[in-house]
């Protein structure tokens, strides 16, 4: 069964750093790109970022580049997002999804981790 | 960056009755080399992450009840719930997948009437 289990959200201060894990099982990793989503509260959905399977190539949304880092480590079966300089309209619920290539609609989601930015 | 429209915002639907739903791009997402459209649809429900419906604009994902479908090409695309069920009470959201950022509509919400 494929799972993606999302960790590391929480409550952070303007200005601060946090970093996203995603576990991924029940599929091969190193097969698929793979992207981030997020969703503010009560708001509809954002594209963030993606990777390319052994993260040759990375995209963003222009809102957080420069600021937020994607990566992956295939031999721990783990997606990652490193988030620094955070805005309060970063404040979001992040999901992790599963995509076959880099145009192609995410067919997995995890559960999402919400991140607060707040003083 | 493409654009993403939905109406109606939100829809009242009775229990077996049709619901469809509208979603257009500020450009086309028609891949002419394959004449396939970067168009999905996703269904939301509270407390949930989104379930992917619909891809290549009228593709059904595996295990998707046949009584959803999708349509349109270009720049207009539709998605229908042929007799809407107690269990299909969500928000929709449509997204193209032809060029990052890959943009989302801003959802429509769908209740029983």
């Known amino acids: 069964e494929v799972q993606l289990v999302e960790s590391g959200g929480g409550l952070v201060q303007p200005g601060g750093s946090l970093r996203l894990s995603c576990a991924a099982s029940g599929f091969t990793l190193s097969s698929y790109w793979m992207s981030w989503v997020r969703q503010a509260p009560g708001k509809g959905l954002e594209w963030v970022a993606n990777?390319?399977?052994?993260?040759?190539?990375?995209y963003y949304v222009d809102s957080v580049k420069g600021r937020f880092t994607i990566s992956r480590d295939n031999a721990n079966n783990s997606l990652y997002l490193q988030m620094n300089s955070l805005r309060a309209e970063d404040t979001a619920v992040y999901y992790c999804?599963?995509?076959?290539?880099?145009?192609?609609?995410?067919?997995?989601w995890g559960q999402g981790t919400l991140v607060t930015v707040s003083s | 960056d493409i654009v993403m429209t939905q109406s109606p915002d939100s829809l009242a639907v009775s229990l077996g009755e049709r619901a469809t739903i509208n979603c257009k791009s500020s450009q086309s997402v028609l891949y002419s080399s394959n004449n396939k459209n970067y168009l999905a649809w996703y269904q939301q429900k509270p407390g949930q992450p989104p379930r992917l419906l619909i891809y290549?604009?009228?593709t059904r994902e595996s295990g998707v009840p046949d009584r959803f479908s999708g349509s349109g090409s270009g720049t207009d695309f539709t998605l229908t719930i042929s007799s809407l069920q107690a269990e299909d009470v969500a928000v929709y959201y449509c997204?193209?997948?032809?060029?990052?950022?890959?943009?989302f509509g801003p959802g429509t919400k769908v209740d029983i009437k």
């Open positions: 999804t599963r995509t076959w290539t880099q145009l192609w609609p995410p067919d997995y």
């Open positions: 990777i390319k399977q052994d993260g040759s190539e990375k």
């Open positions: 997204q193209q997948y032809y060029s990052t950022p890959f943009t």
């Open positions: 290549w604009a009228s």
